[in-house]
Each structure stands twice: as C-alpha cells, then as structure tokens.
C-alpha cells in the first residue's frame, strides 16, 4: 500500500487588487514605514490586498480522492497551486510526500517550442523518472492520448483540447504516487474524458491519494470519497461527496434567490410550493404539489413565468425541466392564482430537488427564483439505469409456449 499524503495545514494565501502605490506620494510613506519597521508584516493583509484563501487544512491519503468543489473566484484553484508549489502560502503548511503528477494548466507547463514527444521525456524528467523508464511509458502515453500523428509536432500549434489529452496521460501514466488534476478535463471530447475519469478511478483503487477539482458534479460523485466545499476562500464543509454537493447545490440556489431578490421588475411573484403528499417516494410513483403565484403586470412573451424542475442533489444536474406555458396553463395576465400539479418521479433512488423560478426564455437565465422542495425518492421495482421505465414481464398461459428445435 501506498504512503503517500497529501496535506495542508492551516494554509491562508493573500493577492493584491491592481496596484498598490499609483504615486510618488503613497509610495515614499510606505517605503519609509517599512524600512523603520512600522509597515504591516509579509503575512498581514495591506491596502488592496485578500484572503484567496483563508485557513485551509485537510489530509488526503493513501486510496482516498478528495474533490474540491465552489463556485469560480471559491479559490479551488489557488489550492491546487498551493499544492503544487506554483504559489507559496502566506501562512500555514503544505506537505506532499510522494511522486506527484499534476495537471492544473491546459497546457500542463509544456514548452511550446518542443514537440510532444520532447515534452514527454521533459515532463518525466520533472517528475524524477529515469530516460529508461519514460521510454519504457512512451507508447502507453501516446496511445491513450489519441495523438500519435501530431506527437513530433511542437505543442504551440495543437489545440486546447490535444494539450489536455497529452497533459493528463504524462501525469497518469508516469507512475505517480498522488494525482493532483484541475478542471482542465472538461476541454476534452467525451470518449477522451470517460477514458480519464475511469483512470482516475483505477488509480484511487490502486491506493494513491488524488486531489481533483471539477464543476461536473456527477463526476465528483461518482470518483470522490470525500469533498469539500469552498466559499469565499474557506472551506465551509468537508465530509460525504452526497452531503457536500447537496450543500453546494442548496446554498447556490439560496444565494441566487437572495440576488435576484432584489431585481424589482419581475412580473411574477411565486409565493409558495407546496409538496401535498409528502417527500418520500418509491421510484415510479406520483408526487403532488400547490404553487400559489401572483402575477404583477401582464408577461411578455419572452418571459416564461413558471419553471418547474427537478434536479439530482447527487450530482447538480438537472434531470427534467417543465413550464406552465409548455403545460397549457396561461398565468400571463395580472391576478393571483393556485396552480396544482404532479411529477411521476420515474427516477433512480436518491434526494432531489424541487425547483421554481421565472426565466427568460431569450437570455437563457432566471429573472426570479421561487421556493424549493425536497423528494427523497426510494427503491421501487427492481432496475438499473438512469430512469424507471416501470417495465412489466410475465409468463404466458401454458400451452403458448414455443418449443425451440436444435437450429431455432
């Protein structure tokens, strides 16, 4: 078994907004006060400057694969390039132990002037691998990349896509004892990305810790052990990969109601929904639900005023989306109403999410979100897949059997 960690400890990382001194005038004071000893220490925050990253620790090892999640600005990134020493922290502790292959750039640190053969022996060589042993992974690297015909072309002229392909197989194949990969898989086709995510599996089987960062959820789900949840540069929840993305996903939703609350000129008001016959259900049965809406002013035709959709709390993805107009019912004109409706929940176990809001139909955005509700769905009849096709099977009366001769 693998020995091989990875771990920060109590780790802050500050940036500077534009300029800090912009005159002679600013620039002399604190050069002086620094000098005397009076400026503000390396690791306080100075005149521009943030917290990127504000007290971060977590342990990763040995057959565990952590999957850091957030919106973009979160500071996922900066943690990957605090882990792999392109940024050091202001304050805290990184340790790595082991091999590490990385992948946090579309271009994985290639010379642009080299090919990607010359970019294959340089890479390896980074990552402390013996020549012999980088030729004896040539072949693999470049077979699994798919780029063999371009591999004695220099890399500046491949496309973000190829750099990415070439990048992750070097870091996968060079026999790393941690895996450290970024986002930077979502530029690939998908044949290439089902193949790299079923590596990354392999390799949290074969016990070696591998720290990965991805808005595709269901990735995240389907690879993690664990997660965290990034905000605002603090890692605000660590535990079950289930439990993280249901946070993620329940807070950004809250946090948009609360921006678009504050958009005055939606035409819409949606009050309340209202789950009527619970929130436990066997997979193929029916859901109730109330909405209670008031329309403020008559709707364009570009606005849709009610969304319903539902989307898997496992993974974030949204697995059915339906309107009140696509529904034949006109709530377009002012007055406030009840609306009642129902979902055949024909899913695979799991939590979801109930959602509304209002959106435009133009913009592809809401203007408006409405309340939510949750749906634990159940085990129903027995299947595997991603929908229940509530499928029927039995014998036929005896006597209609056909009898199967040697050639049939």
Same mark, same amino acid.
């Given at each position: 078994?693998?020995?091989?960690?990875?771990?920060?400890?109590?780790?802050?990382?500050?940036?500077?907004?534009?300029?800090?001194?912009?005159?002679?005038r600013d620039l002399i004071p604190a050069v002086a006060k620094k000098l005397i000893g009076r400026g503000p220490k390396a690791d306080e925050l100075q005149q521009g400057d943030f917290w990127a990253l504000h007290d971060v620790s977590f342990e990763v090892k040995a057959g565990e694969a952590l999957g850091i999640i957030g919106r973009n600005g979160a500071g996922k990134s900066t943690i990957l390039k605090v882990l792999t020493r392109i940024l050091r922290p202001t304050r805290g502790r990184v340790q790595l132990t082991g091999r590490v292959g990385s992948l946090i750039e579309v271009s994985a640190g290639f010379h642009p002037d080299l090919t990607g053969r010359e970019n294959v022996m340089l890479q390896g060589s980074i990552m402390?691998?013996?020549?012999?042993?980088?030729?004896?992974?040539?072949?693999e690297i470049v077979g699994f990349s798919g780029i063999a015909e371009f591999i004695d072309t220099p890399v500046k002229r491949y496309s973000s896509g190829m750099n990415a392909r070439l990048g992750f197989s070097i870091a996968a194949h060079l026999d790393p004892? %941690?895996? @450290?990969?970024?986002?930077? !898989?979502a530029v690939g086709d998908l044949a290439f990305q089902q193949r790299a995510f079923g590596r990354i599996a392999e390799m949290v089987r074969?016990?070696?810790? %591998?720290? @990965?960062?991805?808005?595709? !959820?269901?990735?995240?789900?389907?690879?993690?052990?664990r997660a965290i949840l990034m905000e605002h540069g603090r890692a605000i929840y660590d535990g079950g990969v289930t439990d993280t993305i249901t946070m993620y996903v329940q807070r950004a939703s809250q946090q948009d109601t609360e921006t678009l609350a504050a958009a005055s000129d939606c035409p819409v008001r949606i009050g309340s929904l209202n789950v009527t016959t619970g929130n436990n259900y066997e997979s193929g049965t029916t859901a109730s639900y109330e909405i209670r809406v008031e329309t403020l002013t008559p709707v364009r035709q570009e606005i849709e005023p009610l969304q319903v959709a539902v989307r898997d709390m496992q993974s974030g993805t949204l697995v059915f989306i339906t309107s009140a107009s696509g529904l034949g019912v006109?709530?377009?004109?002012?007055?406030?109403?009840?609306?009642?409706?129902?979902?055949?929940?024909?899913?695979?176990?799991?939590?979801?999410?109930?959602?509304?809001?209002?959106?435009?139909?133009?913009?592809?955005?809401?203007?408006?979100?409405?309340?939510?509700?949750?749906?634990?769905?159940?085990?129903?009849?027995?299947?595997?897949?991603?929908v229940q096709l509530n499928a029927e099977l039995a014998l036929a009366p005896a006597g209609d059997g056909v009898r199967l001769d040697a050639a049939g």
């Amino acid at each position: 078994m693998s020995h091989a960690t990875v771990q920060l400890d109590h780790v802050w990382k500050k940036f500077r907004r534009g300029q800090l001194h912009d005159s002679l005038r600013d620039l002399i004071p604190a050069v002086a006060k620094k000098l005397i000893g009076r400026g503000p220490k390396a690791d306080e925050l100075q005149q521009g400057d943030f917290w990127a990253l504000h007290d971060v620790s977590f342990e990763v090892k040995a057959g565990e694969a952590l999957g850091i999640i957030g919106r973009n600005g979160a500071g996922k990134s900066t943690i990957l390039k605090v882990l792999t020493r392109i940024l050091r922290p202001t304050r805290g502790r990184v340790q790595l132990t082991g091999r590490v292959g990385s992948l946090i750039e579309v271009s994985a640190g290639f010379h642009p002037d080299l090919t990607g053969r010359e970019n294959v022996m340089l890479q390896g060589s980074i990552m402390g691998m013996r020549p012999a042993e980088i030729v004896r992974k040539f072949d693999e690297i470049v077979g699994f990349s798919g780029i063999a015909e371009f591999i004695d072309t220099p890399v500046k002229r491949y496309s973000s896509g190829m750099n990415a392909r070439l990048g992750f197989s070097i870091a996968a194949h060079l026999d790393p004892e %941690v895996l @450290i990969i970024d986002e930077v !898989l979502a530029v690939g086709d998908l044949a290439f990305q089902q193949r790299a995510f079923g590596r990354i599996a392999e390799m949290v089987r074969r016990d070696i810790p %591998v720290v @990965i960062v991805s808005h595709q !959820l269901e990735r995240v789900a389907s690879l993690c052990t664990r997660a965290i949840l990034m905000e605002h540069g603090r890692a605000i929840y660590d535990g079950g990969v289930t439990d993280t993305i249901t946070m993620y996903v329940q807070r950004a939703s809250q946090q948009d109601t609360e921006t678009l609350a504050a958009a005055s000129d939606c035409p819409v008001r949606i009050g309340s929904l209202n789950v009527t016959t619970g929130n436990n259900y066997e997979s193929g049965t029916t859901a109730s639900y109330e909405i209670r809406v008031e329309t403020l002013t008559p709707v364009r035709q570009e606005i849709e005023p009610l969304q319903v959709a539902v989307r898997d709390m496992q993974s974030g993805t949204l697995v059915f989306i339906t309107s009140a107009s696509g529904l034949g019912v006109d709530i377009r004109q002012p007055g406030a109403r009840t609306l009642n409706g129902t979902l055949q929940l024909n899913l695979p176990p799991g939590t979801y999410l109930l959602e509304t809001q209002v959106t435009d139909n133009y913009n592809h955005r809401a203007i408006a979100v409405g309340p939510e509700a949750v749906l634990n769905v159940v085990p129903g009849r027995h299947f595997r897949g991603q929908v229940q096709l509530n499928a029927e099977l039995a014998l036929a009366p005896a006597g209609d059997g056909v009898r199967l001769d040697a050639a049939g």
